[in-house]
C-alpha cells in the first residue's frame, strides 16, 4: 500500500477520484470520511475545512494527499489488516486490468465483516498485456490462488470475481491452450465460486490498477 502514488482529482468532477480506484470506492465508508476530511486531525474547528487548506490556501490538493496518505496507513494498520484464523474459512478476491493483476486475502469477522489479510499485486508481462480480458482474469484467479497457497492449499475457500472466467475453466472442450493449462493448475483446490459486483471487489481492482513488482 505504501508505494500508491498521490491521487489525482478530476476537474470535470466534484467527487474525489483516485486514479485507478473506482468511484464506489471514494464513496464508501469509512473510504469516504476519510476523504473528506472526517477524521481526527485533518479538520480545523475554526473553519470546518481541513487545517491544510488553512495555511496553504490549496486545501484540495493537500487536504486530499494528507487524506491519500492517512487511509494507506489505515488500510495497512489493525484493525483493518487481522492475523488469519486457519479454523475459519478464506475469501480470496481476484481482478486484473490492462496493467496488473491483483488479489486481496480476507476472512469475515464475528460481525459478517470482511477484513482483509493480505494484498498482492503484480505488473503483467509484456505478452500477458496482450491476452484477452477473459485470460487476464483467469490469469488473476490462478496467479492469485498460488501467491496465498500457503493458506489455501488443503482447505475449502471461497473464490470472489466480479467476472465468470471459471465458467469456461469448468467446461469439457477447451479452444484455449492457456484456460486449460489453468484449469489443470486449480484442480488440486477446492474452492466455492461466488459471483459479487465489481463495487464490492474495489480492494482486488484497486491493485490490478495500481500493481507493484513481484
Not at 475545512?49 to 487511509?71: C, D, G, H, I
Not at 478476491?93 to 486475502?105: E, I
Not at 467446461?171 to 486449460?180: D, I, P, S, V
Not at 461466488?194 to 463495487?199: L, P, T, V
Request: include cysteine; charged fraction near 20%.
Amino acid at each position: 500500500m505504501e508505494p500508491f502514488v498521490e491521487p489525482q482529482l478530476l476537474k470535470s468532477s466534484l467527487t474525489p477520484y483516485f486514479t485507478g480506484v473506482t468511484d464506489a470506492v471514494c464513496m464508501k465508508n469509512p473510504l469516504y470520511d476519510v476523504i473528506v476530511g472526517n477524521i481526527p486531525g485533518t479538520t480545523d474547528p475554526s473553519t470546518s475545512q481541513p487545517a491544510s487548506a488553512v495555511q496553504t490556501r490549496s486545501p484540495v490538493k493537500a487536504a486530499r494527499n494528507q487524506a491519500f496518505q492517512e487511509l494507506k496507513k489505515r488500510i495497512s494498520s489493525l484493525p483493518i489488516l487481522r492475523l488469519p484464523d486457519v479454523s475459519q474459512p478464506f475469501i480470496l478476491q481476484t481482478d486484473a486490468s490492462h496493467l496488473g493483476v491483483g488479489a486481496v486475502l480476507l476472512q469475515e469477522d464475528t460481525a459478517g465483516e470482511k477484513r482483509p489479510i493480505a494484498f498482492a499485486s503484480r505488473n503483467l508481462l509484456p505478452r500477458e498485456s496482450r491476452y484477452s480480458a477473459i485470460e487476464r482474469e483467469c490469469l488473476a484467479i490462478t496467479w492469485g490462488v498460488k501467491k496465498f497457497q500457503e493458506y489455501l492449499y488443503g482447505t475449502e475457500f471461497i473464490l470472489e470475481t466480479d467476472h465468470q472466467p471459471l465458467q469456461y475453466l469448468r467446461q469439457a472442450k477447451f479452444q484455449n491452450g492457456r484456460l486449460m493449462r489453468w484449469a489443470f493448475a486449480l484442480q488440486p483446490y477446492r474452492f466455492l465460486l461466488r459471483a459479487i459486483r465489481s463495487r464490492d471487489n474495489v480492494g482486488a481492482d484497486c491493485l490490478s490498477r495500481n500493481p507493484l513488482e513481484d
